[in-house]
């Protein structure tokens, strides 16, 4: 049978990044759910935790949501990790999270789950790293890296298959998750039933000292990146986002002798003990034990045991002591941790011959998650190829021969939407779209079905091929439109008349859409300005007679486009067709 899936582009059937509408905007004592991005959980795709806060809170400074999109992170490196999410239930189905997600909207097309496995891909992630824009730790895949996307496209019944699929194979992942977490809280167990609370509020049975009077704290060094032959040597080199609080066999990069010298680092014993000092995200405070020499970079601590304090013991304790190490971080905008720092940290010095007790016990548990890493690794492949399979249509072969004539009914109502369809979905106009989406799915397949036409076609005045401009707008110049639009009666703003610009700017009747910037006339002049070079309204002079001078002045003034002024877009594009050689025009007609 041949494969019934096409090729679309992701903005075909997605709204990107949509913003709030005015009249969606709730009253400022509404509560909305916040999602930053430590809320979502990159290896569960979820998120986990949610916050509530007052649409006052939010209103400003965030991206807005609705259930059933899909957020995708487009920053650095939590876009590699994996951070991504559709969106479930919202309070009062409203969401506002960082400005650092992009916000795919599916259209009827596409199943959200079908798109958020699409984008989860190593493969799609491994595309948007290579379209990152900016620097350093400030990359970020741009929205048009999203304009360019084609998205493989089953029928949605199908999409549904492919979806149950990768479910059914997500469960194997949590029951491993669950048995990783049942390690972990054995191995607490073990530490607290040989040695007690690691943190103890009260008396201990052992003598407390200072880290640093029983241990020696060292660090390590960067060689210069531009300095090619300091990499790539036979030195294993570790840096802070490394320290997972697992042990370290291998790493990701390595250094040369040269290296070594040019960056004052030095090379460490296996047992050394790594503390990351500071870096993105949850990595100050993490740990890692080495099994190999290896060097570090500047932002790890090494912790090197002595006949006092044995190596297991020191990192477990370090490991159960995550938030009180973690705590004591100082700086400004980043709380690092420092050398002098680690080495004031207090801790219980339990005898020697009960560490080692515990090192053998902790040793034959790390044995079973040496074990349990091989099955994670081999379950991952095996997960990673039936995400390729389910995505290039192999995982659903079977199925497809049993639903033959379901699926060849599916293909010729797509076709015949897709006819009607065009280029870009979410170009249709805001209210209608509006109107849909916060319908039941069923009812607003219903209405695709049976008026594609005037879901998808232009009006009149060919409007449609304005409104992808409006989507582009910011929140304040979208306010400024409508205002002038829609509210303001005399449909003419003289700014050159500060009497008449004032009122257009302050009228309590008619400002409703920006009174809530507090924006300065300046500035919405400044909008004025801009609206009218993107075309969207009419910058006009207006004559006027000076009083005083009895001669004629010609002031600037705005007005909302006229209908036969709407069609301009329309025809410029019919005019670009026809020079392009393409022949036909009537899909201006």
Known sequence: MKLPWIEVGMQDVCLLNPRLQIDERPK?????????????????GVIAQPEIRNY?????????????????AKVTPCMENGKATVVGPLQNGLGFGSTEFHVLRPTDEVLPEYLFHFIRQPAFRSRAASAFVGTGGLQRVPLDFL???????????????????????????????QFEGLLANTKRQLFVEMFGDPNPRGNTNWPVVKLGSVVTVATGG???????????????????????????????????????QRSNAKVYPKDTILLAMYGQGQTRGRTGKLLIEAACNQACAALLPSDEVLPDYLWVWLQLSYDAVRSLGRGGQQENLNLDIIRNIKLSKPPVDLQRTFSERLGQLLEIVKNTEAAKQQSEALISA?????????????????????????????????RNMTSKPHKVDEQDHRSQSAAPKSVRAKTRDAAPDQLRKPNEHGRLARHWLLNELSEFQGAVWTMLRHEWPQKLVIVDDPEAFNDFCTNPQTTWPIEHFNASPNRIRRTLEQLAA????????????NAATQQTEYLTAFRPLRDDENSRLRDAAMLKNALNGNGSLSGYS
């Open 28 to 44: 400022d004592d509404i509560e909305v759910t916040f999602v930053p991005m430590s809320a979502v959980d990159e290896n569960a």
């Open 147 to 177: 304009t360019r996307v084609k998205l493989p496209l089953p029928t949605l019944s199908e999409q549904q298959r492919i979806v149950d699929v990768l479910r059914q194979a997500e469960t194997l992942t949590k029951l491993r998750q």
């Open 222 to 260: 960067t060689p210069p990146r531009e300095q090619a032959d300091s990499f790539g040597g036979s030195i294993a080199w570790v840096k802070s986002t490394d320290l997972t609080d697992t042990p370290i066999d291998k790493t990701d990069e390595s250094i040369t002798e040269l290296g070594v």
């Open 56 to 72: 006052s809170e939010v209103a400003k400074g965030y991206t807005s949501f609705r259930e059933g999109d899909v957020l995708f």
């Open 534 to 545: 993107l075309g969207l309204i009419a910058k006009v002079s207006v004559p006027r007679q």
């Open 386 to 418: 039936l995400r390729v399979d389910a995505l290039t249509g192999s995982a659903t072969e079977q199925w497809r021969e049993k639903h033959a004539l379901e699926i060849q009914e599916e293909v010729k109502q797509r076709e015949e939407l897709l």
